[in-house]
């Protein structure tokens, strides 16, 4: 009997087990080899270190796709690990676009909880209506761009979580996106942030969107950036659905 080549893009939610789903899990478990980048892979939990790992930098993701390919060519039950969720912000887009050049192998994503639903679970409910996520990475998307959907996000009143708000070379994104924003909301909008999220020396804070634009934050921190409704509760903020009381 033929043994079925797949390649599995699974998300492994912020990093901990226990943020990792059932179904994630049990894929890892099945794996022979899980191809990813070096940052995610040394997250993985520890029982799954035994087994082979494949991968490539930054920059360098269509290459661990086809790695992913081929390792599935062999028979392999093969794993290709992205964090948060596998469709957002992670490579089941890209497995998918080149899936058609390995017609003999199959690609199933296994959903993975992404860092606007874990972060926000730490900062309490932010996004408790309508929301946008946006990654202010310049890297695949134009400056342009980014800045056209922080703009929209604005005027929708709309909440918002913001993915890779800086990193050494975009130092200033953070403040340059909050200067937009502030063209449209109050600088007393309610306003979080989580670094690293799951892991050690996990950091949560809420501030003001003004205390936002000078806010220190990196490649590991989700931004949220309440809508009208969002206040501030105690330690937590929370986005008022309208639900009538009394």
Do not use: H
């Not at 003004?210 to 969002?230: C, K, N, P, Y």
């Amino acid at each position: 009997m033929c043994k079925i080549k797949e390649v599995a893009v699974v998300g492994m939610g912020p990093g901990a087990e226990e943020g990792i789903t059932v179904e994630a899990l049990n894929t890892l478990e099945q794996a022979e080899v899980i191809v990813g980048y070096p940052v995610y892979l040394a997250l993985l939990p520890e029982r799954f270190r035994e087994k082979e790992q494949l991968s490539t930098p930054m920059r360098a993701e269509e290459e661990r796709c086809r790695m992913a390919f081929q390792e599935a060519q062999k028979g392999r039950r093969t794993v290709m690990l992205c964090s948060g969720d596998a469709g957002v912000y992670g490579m089941a887009s890209l497995m998918l676009e080149l899936r058609p050049e390995y017609p003999d192998c199959s690609v199933r994503v296994i959903a993975g909880v992404t860092a606007a639903l874990s972060g926000a679970a730490r900062l309490g409910a932010p996004l408790g209506t309508d929301f946008s996520v946006i990654s202010l990475s310049d890297l695949l998307t134009p400056w342009e761009k980014i800045e056209t959907r922080l703009r929209a996000a604005a005027e929708s009143d709309m909440n918002i979580a913001l993915y890779n708000p800086s990193s050494r070379k975009r130092a200033d994104y953070l403040k340059r996106a909050c200067d937009i924003l502030l063209e449209y909301l109050p600088g007393e909008r309610c306003c979080g942030y989580v670094k690293r999220i799951g892991r050690d020396g996990e950091e949560r804070r809420l501030l003001t969107l003004s205390e936002l634009r000078e806010a220190e934050t990196d490649m590991f921190t989700t931004v949220f950036i309440g809508s009208s409704a969002t206040e501030r509760s105690g330690e937590f903020l929370l986005t008022r659905r309208g639900y009538r009381r009394g």
